[in-house]
């Protein structure tokens, strides 16, 4: 990778990660529930389940600083998780 | 449209992890052997995109919804590769307590292997019509943006049918379901416009539509045709 194709590739991830932390620390997200948990707990009447899996990182509790940092990690990480992956399962160019 | 464990039959989310594996395998085979390990680092640029993406909920009163982008990552790398992708992103939600871990093969199979294989099939139809009034790049970002939109409510529509085996949950459920994803699909056409737009100014070449693409052998499935544009280019 040249030093263009790093600046192509680095842009979308700086964007994404400052996008989502100023969303996330702003407020601006929307706290409706998705279309998926409306329709069936609000519409149709069902209790939503307690799952006993909160997520690795439920010790960390509920607030916008949590979420911003595990949002930040999770975005980091999976692009690491996917970087790996395909390095690993993809045909070696000649 | 992430589903939590608890809420569908236990019989369901064996059958779906089933058929969500397989064609996780079949995925992986075709990457080794079409991928090019040169273009490694937009798998991960795109997985965290689409991560970052899913985090963030746009208003659609009384409720709300995010980009999927199994169309978007299907036009780009064909649908073996953007059902990897999904597939990754799907479980390490799952490990954020978003969408269950049981839940995980059924929501892989709705948002992986359902929407990359119908979103690439549709997205394929419209470019070829498109293309004979306007360019390739104006083609691609408008049928991606029409097909995500299609795909996004199909796949709430079949979220609705899976949910039928849930008792209480009936066709009026399976249509406000299916009509609440009628408008968060704008929400999906218009970002996938979006992304797809800069790369599109980035680089072509990640695009398997595209005639400049380092990627179009990714987008063939067995037994169908290979895209127009790849053949003449």
């Not at chain 1, 999976?78 to 395909?86: E, H, K, Q």
Request: proline content about 4%; some cysteine; glycine content about 12%.
């Amino acid at each position: 990778m040249d030093r263009r194709d790093v600046i192509r590739f680095g842009t979308p991830l700086v964007l994404a990660v400052s996008i989502v932390a100023a969303v996330i620390i702003l407020g601006v997200a929307s706290q409706n529930p998705d279309g998926f948990e409306w329709s069936l707990f609000d519409f149709a009447g069902f209790t939503e389940p307690e799952g006993g899996f909160g997520g690795i990182w439920s010790f960390l509790g509920e607030g916008v600083v949590a979420d911003a940092t595990t949002g930040i990690i999770g975005i980091i990480a999976i692009f690491f998780l996917g970087y790996g992956l395909f390095w690993v399962i993809s045909r070696r160019s000649k | 449209m992430h589903v939590p464990d608890g809420v569908l039959p236990i019989w369901l989310l064996v059958i779906l992890y089933f058929l969500s594996g397989l064609m996780l395998v079949v995925s992986v085979k075709m990457i080794n052997k079409k991928y090019d390990n040169r273009l490694v680092p937009y798998m991960g640029v795109l997985a965290a995109v689409i991560f970052a993406a899913q985090l963030v909920n746009f208003p659609v009163p009384p409720s709300s919804g995010h980009l999927v982008g199994s169309t978007l990552l299907a036009v780009m790398l064909g649908p073996w590769g953007g059902m990897l992708i999904i597939g990754m992103v799907l479980f390490v939600q799952a490990l954020y307590g978003d969408g269950g871990l049981l839940t995980y093969g059924l929501n892989f199979f709705n948002m992986g292997v359902f929407s990359c294989l119908l979103g690439w099939a549709l997205s394929l139809l419209l470019f070829k019509g498109l293309k004979r009034f306007t360019d390739e790049k104006k083609s691609v970002l408008f049928s991606t943006a029409i097909a995500s939109y299609v795909t996004t409510v199909l796949a709430a529509f079949v979220l609705g049918l899976e949910l039928l085996t849930v008792s209480g949950f009936g066709f009026a459920a399976l249509t406000v379901i299916t009509l609440v994803h009628a408008f968060i699909g704008i929400g999906e056409a218009v970002l996938t416009f979006m992304i797809l737009l800069y790369f599109v100014k980035a680089k072509p070449q990640v695009i398997s539509f595209l005639r400049e693409s380092e990627v179009s052998e990714m987008a063939r499935i067995p037994g169908v045709p290979m895209p127009t544009a790849q053949i003449e280019g």
